[in-house]
């Protein structure tokens, strides 16, 4: 059987174990082949494939991104997409596809298996940890070291000079970076799309930690949280007006606009700072390569069993095929659980 891999949507660390498990476990055990396509559903379109041997995939366990490049194309946007998809699969001789990437790659997976029968196994991957069907999702933890060790940091600088430091960090309608990451790294105040909080619920914060001796705070800030006031006004902030092939905007800005308004109704000195793609750049933790190598090895298994139109999973401390329907169909926000222990920590 030839088995074809592709990687899409935003990079992340672990892709690269994936793709290595996948291969050794496929060769080692099923005798697969393996067609590496370049940059997404993009590279499908335009046949631009690349062999993956033992050779090939030696040696990326512990390098970030991924070695096949990605790509944000959305085949359902492109006249014809699915069908030329479907034709250069036969063309080039693939008879699965394994298919790594978030909610809007695995998307376009499930659209292929329900309309047009596409062979196609789906592996998680989003820094954001929205995806249902699984527990985590690799990458995240990768992002959340990242976050807790620049929140560390910015402590430091907060308590020197009584300052206010707003982080924004990544998290598009789930706020699992923040939450999680703000909980380790000890963040005065987290603001998330899922539970937000009006600019002078944090000034009320910021002030009884001031009023205790407190003269310093770290707020950790989604970057899909919108600005809330108490008089019923919103603003999303976004980086642009425009939108990829998804429909998604571009977010960015909401931690800026935060230490803006803080500023403005304390009179504390405030700073802000941006993550940005740092978070999912870089060498993967040791719990993501772990996780990224059991999907690729149950992935393998997946084709050589036939379960189509399904996604590996983490259930507990198992690794479980969950229809692709379950994992895009409904995100995977936080819950009121960990919004409850977050706030013990609040001021």
């Known amino acids: 059987m030839n088995v074809g891999v592709l990687t899409g949507g935003g990079d992340c ?44 995939v030696s040696g990326i366990l512990h390098v970030g991104g991924t ?12 006249e014809g997409g699915p069908e030329r ?19 809007d790659t695995l998307g376009v997976a499930k659209h292929l298996f329900d309309g047009l029968g596409v062979h196609v196994i789906g592996v998680p991957k989003t820094i954001d940890n929205d995806l249902s069907g699984t527990d985590y999702t690799f990458g995240f933890d990768t992002a959340v ?12 600088t907060a308590e020197s000079h009584q300052r206010v430091m707003v982080v924004e960090v990544m998290g598009r309608s ?10 380790a790294g000890g963040a005065d105040v987290i603001v998330t799309p899922e539970f937000p909080l009006t600019v002078e619920d944090v000034c009320d914060l ?12 770290v707020v950790c800030v989604s ?11 919103q603003k999303e902030v976004l980086a642009s007006d425009e939108v990829d092939a998804f429909g998604n905007v571009k977010l960015g800005g909401v931690g800026a606009v935060f230490a803006r308004e803080i500023k403005r109704l304390t009179g504390l000195d405030v700073r802000d700072t941006t993550l940005g793609y740092i978070q999912r750049g870089g060498t993967p933790t040791p719990h993501d390569r772990v ?14 069993q036939g379960e189509w139109g399904k996604m590996a999973g983490l259930k507990g401390d198992e690794i479980v095929s969950v229809p692709l329907s379950v994992a895009v169909d409904t995100k995977k926000l936080v819950t009121k659980e960990w919004w409850d222990l977050a706030q013990v920590f609040f001021g």
């Not at 789930?174 to 909980?183: F, N």
């Not at 910021?206 to 705070?217: D, E, L, P, V």
């Not at 949280?225 to 006004?233: D, H, M, N, T, V």
């Open 145 to 156: 070291a990242i976050a807790t060790e620049a929140i560390d940091r910015l402590h430091s």
């Open 174 to 183: 789930a706020g699992w970076i923040a939450v999680v990451s703000g909980i």
């Open 291 to 304: 996780l990224g190598t059991r999907f690729g090895v149950k992935a393998a298994d997946m084709v050589a």
């Open 223 to 233: 970057e899909g949280a919108k600005i809330l006031w108490r008089s019923g006004e």
């Open 67 to 78: 070695i096949l490049g990605t790509s944000r194309t959305n085949l359902f946007k492109i």
């Open 206 to 217: 910021i002030k009884q930690r001031w009023a205790r001796g407190k003269r310093f705070s």
């Open 13 to 56: 660390p672990g892709l690269n174990p994936v793709i290595r498990a996948l291969v050794r476990k496929g060769l080692k055990d099923y005798g697969f082949e393996f067609t590496g396509i370049r940059w997404g559903w993009k590279g499908l379109l335009e046949k631009d494939t690349c062999k993956l041997d033992l050779d090939a």
């Open 85 to 103: 998809a479907v034709k250069s699969l036969n063309e080039l001789g693939i008879d699965a596809l394994v298919a790594i990437g978030g909610d």
